[in-house]
């Protein structure tokens, strides 16, 4: 049994972290092993709150310890982190992957750099956001930030279209083969827009915004888990990245449907395997070539 080891947070109720991860893996065929890194009972913009915790490092290593006494780790796939609830547990995130990648040469490593939104109720600890710059994104595979989490990684400001393809690049300078922007907010005010750039080339994708009264929570774990699935299946990176884009406009569109705000993601099962509508993706005009 190969699987994906996935650690990241979760909720009970909803769909955000391993919520909003595990399943669409699963979905697209995958075996999946969930390590949370804390449970709540849903996630933290409701305004009645929320309860539950984080989960020490420890409990982390113990958990792939355990995975290792029954030879799992040796077929694991992929490692798929996101939310972190302590610098500790991102040291845990580092000991794991290189478990991992020892057992498994070929297994990659997908890392969503969750630093916080203070404006969506996301706090991080202190020291998260140092670990993930400084630590798990140049050993990860495969980053997947949004504009803001790309520009403390290129250490730069992003405000234009040139400047997110620059920050890219100085991002594959730094140890990752494939970024892919989970949300590029600079370049359109009226579409939603994700960026990937490889060695092969970078591309545009962009799709309608679709209008919510409270925006839902989790799409970017949702973004993570499907491109993740996609290389597994052997899909090019631009492949991959079109299917993402496509599948999880599906889950939104269908979540918008509901008048909801939690995604709607087991009723729109089949748009992860299935898009219902295509995006054109755009190969830009650049080359990003080693300086």
């Known amino acids: 049994?190969?699987?994906?080891?996935?650690?990241?947070?979760?909720?009970?109720?909803?769909?955000a972290g391993n919520s909003s991860a595990v399943f669409p893996m699963q979905r697209m065929g995958f075996e999946v092993w969930p390590i949370h890194t804390v449970q709540f009972s849903n996630h933290t913009q409701y305004k009645q709150g929320w309860t539950g915790r984080a989960f020490s490092a420890s409990a982390l290593d113990e958990l792939v310890q355990g995975l290792d006494n029954i030879d799992a780790l040796s077929r694991c796939?992929?490692?798929?982190?996101?939310?972190?609830?302590?610098?500790?547990?991102?040291?845990?995130?580092?000991?794991?992957?290189?478990?991992?990648?020892?057992?498994?040469?070929?297994?990659?490593?997908?890392?969503?750099?969750?630093?916080?939104?203070?404006d969506k109720g996301c706090i991080v600890a202190p020291g998260i956001a140092e670990h993930l710059v400084n630590?798990?994104?140049?050993?990860?595979d495969v980053i997947v930030p949004n504009q803001f989490e790309l520009s403390q990684f290129a250490?730069?400001?992003?405000?234009?279209?040139?400047?997110a393809v620059a920050a890219c690049y100085i991002a594959l300078?730094?140890?990752?083969?494939?970024?892919?922007?989970?949300?590029?907010?600079?370049?359109?005010?009226?579409?939603?827009?994700?960026?990937l750039a490889t060695r092969e080339g970078c591309f545009l994708a962009q799709r309608p915004h679709l209008p919510f009264e409270l925006q839902p929570v989790g799409v970017g774990d949702l973004i993570s888990a499907v491109f993740t699935a996609g290389l597994l299946k052997g899909k090019s990176p631009s492949e991959a990245f079109q299917?993402?884009?496509?599948?999880?406009?599906?889950?939104?569109k269908r979540t918008q449907q509901?008048?909801?705000?939690?995604l709607q993601t087991v009723l729109a099962q089949n748009e992860l395997?299935?898009?219902?509508?295509?995006?054109?993706?755009?190969?830009?005009?650049?080359?990003?070539?080693?300086?």
């Open 1 to 15: 049994m190969r699987g994906i080891l996935s650690i990241q947070s979760h909720v009970a109720y909803g769909h």
């Open 77 to 118: 796939e992929a490692i798929l982190t996101g939310y972190q609830g302590s610098a500790e547990q991102c040291e845990a995130v580092i000991r794991t992957v290189e478990k991992v990648k020892a057992q498994n040469p070929s297994a990659i490593y997908v890392c969503d750099p969750v630093m916080g939104a203070p």
């Open 135 to 140: 630590d798990l994104m140049p050993i990860a």
């Open 155 to 163: 250490q730069m400001e992003i405000n234009t279209l040139s400047d």
């Open 173 to 195: 300078g730094k140890g990752p083969k494939a970024v892919l922007v989970k949300h590029l907010y600079c370049i359109s005010d009226n579409k939603f827009s994700m960026m």
């Open 243 to 252: 299917h993402c884009h496509d599948a999880c406009y599906g889950v939104l």
């Open 258 to 262: 509901q008048n909801e705000w939690e």
């Open 273 to 291: 395997v299935e898009p219902s509508e295509t995006f054109p993706v755009e190969m830009l005009d650049v080359q990003l070539t080693s300086a």
